[in-house]
């Protein structure tokens, strides 16, 4: 194996067994790959073994019968050449804590290492690719991101992603482990852009729901979706992306899909806020993780750090944490001082 690569052959370990980590194992043992997919409890993975199902997370999907299910971490890691992790942001890095206390003697730069979470950790800011760094020492991890709802990627339906690196051979390898004839792969060096997209189109997305919560119609979809993206492109370019990336499939087509399908977790909490219910509210009746409310707590950092303003994801985050209504967030955002569309 390439200490930047790893390899595509042998067993593939999948930590997270939610709707998009459930997903991925099935796409890859779909494509004859051996998987472990790894469970946080040996309830759930016991279930998930027997049963096959996720019924309250993707409805009617069947999780191949190739997949080996289970919740100790040194079982599911045994003679795996690559590490896809897919656990939500808020317990990445116990995961890989975890990861690292029960596997010592495992080389994880040796391995091809995945991220299939988008956020940031709150409190230090650090994308997924970071901690996978810091705590396993991996050398060159990859992000895979882009368009792809579960509900769809587990049906089979088309979709194209990204998979991006700081290492071209390991963002290749990524290519060459998930392509499909129905998930198409491209690569990327630009890391940071691609995260950043990944993570914050979910803050945008949010707003995308209270929009469509309060009956708003496709011209203020329209506005939000521009002028989201033009938020995420500017904090993208005082962190060093390549603002090119922020219109391909991390930025804008995963923005699109983010902020306009049913599917949507972050669209579904904003229509919930702006019917009135409280964000526990909300998330109690949406039953998974909703990455844009751990993200949007990073917001106000993050702009405070680079010196820029995201007044979207800055009200959002206001009308999570900080009480603000939603029609009064919207009435904020209308009522800023005009600027050129550029600034």
Same mark, same amino acid.
């Given at each position: 194996m390439s200490r930047t690569g790893g390899s595509t052959s042998g067993t593939v370990a999948v930590l997270g067994a939610g709707s998009w980590g459930a997903t991925l194992a099935h796409l890859l043992a779909e494509k004859g790959l051996a998987v472990h997919l790894w469970s946080h409890t040996p309830e759930n993975a016991a279930r998930l073994l027997e049963e096959r199902t996720l019924p309250g997370k993707l409805p009617g999907f069947q999780l191949s019968r190739a997949v080996t299910?289970?919740?100790?971490?040194d079982q599911v890691l045994a003679g795996a050449t690559t590490l896809v992790v897919a656990v939500p942001s808020r317990h990445f890095r116990e995961?890989? &804590?975890?990861?690292?206390? +029960?596997?010592?003697?495992?080389?994880?730069?040796?391995m091809l290492t995945v991220t299939a979470t988008k956020g940031f950790e709150f409190g230090t800011l650090k994308p997924m690719t970071s901690i996978l760094s810091e705590e396993l020492g991996?050398?060159?991890? &990859? +992000?895979?991101?882009?368009?792809?709802?579960a509900e769809e990627v587990c049906r089979g339906l088309p979709t194209t992603v990204v998979a991006a690196s700081r290492s071209m051979e390991a963002a290749r390898a990524v290519q060459d482990l998930f392509r499909t004839p129905r998930f198409r792969v491209y690569t990327s060096?630009?890391?940071?852009? &691609?995260?950043?997209?990944?993570?914050?189109?979910?803050?945008?997305?949010? +707003?995308?729901? +209270?929009?469509?919560? @309060?009956?708003?119609g496709d011209n203020t979809m329209a506005a939000l979706v521009t002028r989201g993206l033009a938020e995420i492109a500017r904090l993208g370019a005082a962190m060093g992306a390549d603002p090119l990336t922020f219109a391909g499939l991390s930025g804008l087509g995963d923005l699109v899909v983010t902020c306009a399908s049913p599917h949507s977790r972050n669209r579904r909490l904003g229509m919930a806020l702006a019917r009135g219910a409280t964000l526990q509210q909300a998330l109690s009746e949406i039953? @998974?993780?909703?990455e844009g409310v751990e993200t949007a707590r990073s917001v106000q950092a993050l702009t405070a750090t680079h010196g820029i303003e995201m007044p979207i994801a800055s009200q959002v985050a206001e009308t999570l944490f900080g009480g603000v209504p939603v029609q009064e967030a919207v009435t904020a955002l209308m009522l800023r001082d005009p600027k050129p569309e550029k600034a």
């Open positions: 299910v289970g919740h100790r971490l995961t890989t &804590v975890a990861l690292r206390k +029960a596997v010592r003697a495992r080389e994880f730069r040796e991996v050398e060159h991890p &990859v +992000a895979l991101s882009g368009p792809s709802h060096n630009d890391l940071v852009g &691609v995260e950043l997209g990944g993570a914050l189109k979910n803050v945008i997305a949010i +707003a995308a729901g +209270a929009a469509a919560g @309060m009956g708003f039953g @998974m993780a909703v």
